[in-house]
């Protein structure tokens, strides 16, 4: 039953993105309405699964690169449904379905048997650490989302909406601050949890220098955009180019440099 609730959540997700996607390039308002109520059906089966997989396995489902994927997936499709009803980012649609179907389809690919919590991941600082690592990489992952069509609009428009662009900048801006903000949590409370568990605050064990990539990637954004002669143009080129250093921090590194967070 489980798995079928995943991938019917999998299914949607893939439709909403065809519709959206259509529905932009059609310019037709029925297609994206009808594209957002598929995403919200395919989001609220996502979280069903979400919260049985953590009943039946009793604790949160973070604790391996299935059920982090599948979080983080979770993290993307939550914050793009938190920022369209706050800020009406309805913006973001086009790039974040799509994102939130493919990581969750990265997910589908990794075993999906529920495990006993490892040892090392037996800790108060687990909810913390890694559920701040999820909703920090969603953020960028959106932040990337939102640079693209920044550079799609400005590009395909010979006078783009000057307003819409500094909106988009702006919101790029939010959602960074926002992964950075989770990120430093995260490294902080990696940290403390590591000397807990390996008697050392930091081991430079794979996960945790791209860990600290990732960190003074996004440190030198901030200070980028704060300058007064910030140029948006190039900022939103940065922010897209920075979304591949977070995915080969969530996967790659994992696959290619096993070390002690290989598990995670």
């Keep these: 039953?489980?798995?079928i609730i995943f991938f019917g959540a999998l299914v949607l997700y893939f439709a909403a993105s065809v519709l959206?996607?259509?529905?932009?390039s059609f310019k037709k308002d029925k297609l994206l309405k009808?594209?957002?109520?598929?995403?919200?059906?395919g989001f609220a089966l996502h979280t069903v699964y979400f919260v049985a997989r953590g009943v039946k396995a009793g604790r949160v489902p973070l604790a391996n690169q299935f059920e982090f994927s599948m979080a983080f997936s979770w993290g993307i499709a939550a914050l793009l449904i938190v920022f369209r009803a706050r800020l009406h980012a309805e913006l973001l649609s086009?790039?974040?379905m799509p994102m939130a179907f493919l990581v969750l389809s990265y997910a589908a690919l990794k075993p999906m048997e529920i495990?006993?919590?490892?040892?090392?991941?037996?800790?108060?600082?687990?909810?913390?650490?890694?559920?701040?690592?999820?909703?920090?990489?969603?953020?960028?992952?959106?932040?990337?989302c939102v640079g693209l069509r920044y550079l799609l609009l400005s590009r395909r428009e010979?006078?783009?909406d000057a307003l819409k662009l500094r909106q988009m900048d702006f919101l790029s801006y939010r959602l960074i601050a926002l992964g950075?903000?989770?990120?430093?949590?995260?490294?902080l409370t990696g940290a403390i949890w590591a000397e807990q568990a390996w008697s050392s605050f930091w081991t430079w064990d794979p996960k945790e220098v791209w860990a600290l990539i990732t960190w003074i990637i996004y440190a030198v954004y901030l200070h980028l955009h704060l300058r007064k002669n910030a140029n948006a143009k190039m900022l939103a080129w940065y922010v897209v180019i920075a979304v591949p250093v977070v995915l080969f921090t969530f996967a790659g590194v994992n696959t290619l440099m096993p070390g002690l967070h290989s598990y995670g």
């Design 1 to 3: 039953m489980l798995n």
């Design 20 to 24: 959206e996607f259509a529905g932009v």
């Design 34 to 41: 009808a594209a957002w109520f598929v995403f919200l059906a």
């Design 94 to 96: 086009v790039a974040a």
């Design 115 to 144: 495990t006993e919590l490892m040892p090392a991941l037996k800790s108060t600082w687990f909810v913390f650490h890694i559920g701040s690592a999820m909703f920090s990489y969603s953020a960028f992952v959106l932040a990337g």
């Design 158 to 160: 010979k006078e783009p």
């Design 180 to 187: 950075f903000l989770l990120l430093t949590v995260t490294i």
